[in-house]
């Protein structure tokens, strides 16, 4: 080859498409014309693939050409080449249907009974080979910085780096889940009672010692509460409020469900019309907006 070491580094991958266009039609008029390209600029383009491959290519027998053995076998390894070189710059697509990814979700245990009641239905019939990562995170901005997680659902996070969008979730009023050792447990539970009681904060998102819906509430009607246990998580709450005469606020969806499956009741919350469903978003990095398959497991988490 004579065009020194370096010819590969400077070869025009449009040189390509000329040689493939060139072999198909074995006329350098046809060849042109299928490229939209004129018979002179054609020509040149043959000869810098002569002098690139060291091969004529192309000979002339009669009004026509014949490929060399050398041209066989790159028509042989062209039209991958050119099919995967199109589809590099074809629009990036996702088909849920036929799809295997794994998505990791940031969302904790008392937002999940809310969301993925409508998510996972969805998931099974529509996207039966994705996968999706639900995680309680105490470092939900830290997570999607590093990639850990696709998108995170809860309260709002404050980075310039994030787009956000609301999470449309269907909540009913909030309940007071409470045991056997309450005195209100037989009796309606009043505003007075329940201030007056020790509470059971579940931490919003993972977030130790940060004031949540409730908090915000109360401290707007100027009073006062006595959290005597936070809980990272759910899990453990039923055995507390059935040994104590303790009481948790939570979401009517959560508290129900908790209830149905011990002695504890889930009963009217005395601040329930202040109480109005959490203000959540679905927040997720700016490098991720543009990703189809981001795309579609948002809407399937917001729809």
């Known amino acids: 080859m004579s065009r020194g070491s370096n010819a590969s580094e400077d070869f ?10 060139l072999l198909d039609a074995r006329s350098v008029s046809a060849a042109a014309a299928s490229l ?9 383009s043959l000869g810098t693939l002569r002098e690139t491959f060291g091969d004529p290519l192309l000979v002339r027998s009669g009004r026509s050409m014949l490929p060399t053995p050398r041209a066989l076998e790159l028509r042989a390894e062209l039209e991958p ?7 590099l710059v074809q629009p990036a697509q996702f088909e849920p249907a036929t799809a295997r990814r794994r998505f990791a979700v940031g969302m904790s245990d008392l937002l999940a009974p ?7 239905p969805s998931l099974a019939r529509d996207a039966p ?7 309680s995170t105490p470092t939900p901005t830290e997570d999607l910085l590093s990639g850990r997680l696709d998108a995170v659902a809860g309260s709002a996070l404050d980075h310039s780096e994030f ?3 609301s999470l449309r979730i269907k909540t009913e009023a909030w309940r007071v889940l409470l ?5 209100s447990y037989e009796h309606e ?3 007075d009672a329940w201030l007056a009681s020790d509470h059971v904060q579940i931490a919003p998102a993972g977030r130790y010692g940060q004031p949540g819906l409730v908090d915000r509430v109360v401290a707007a009607t100027g009073a006062t509460r006595r959290i005597a246990l936070e809980l990272g998580h759910a899990a453990a709450l039923p055995t507390v409020l059935l040994t104590t005469p303790w009481v948790c606020s939570l979401p009517a969806v959560i508290a129900k469900t908790i209830a149905a499956n011990t002695a504890l009741r889930a009963v009217e919350h005395p601040l329930a019309e202040a109480l109005d469903g959490p203000a959540l978003c679905l927040t997720w990095h700016q490098r991720l907006h543009a990703d189809p398959g981001q795309c579609w497991l948002r809407a399937l988490l917001t729809e």
């Open 81 to 87: 080449l050119l099919r995967n070189a199109r589809a």
């Open 36 to 44: 939209g390209l004129s018979q002179p600029s054609l020509s040149r």
């Open 179 to 183: 045991g056997p050792q309450h005195p």
């Open 114 to 120: 809310l969301l993925l009641p409508r998510v996972v």
């Open 189 to 191: 539970l009043t505003k």
């Open 129 to 135: 080979g994705v996968e999706l990562s639900v995680r």
């Open 12 to 21: 025009d991958l449009n040189l390509l498409r000329h040689l493939a266009a």
């Open 163 to 165: 787009y956000r969008t």
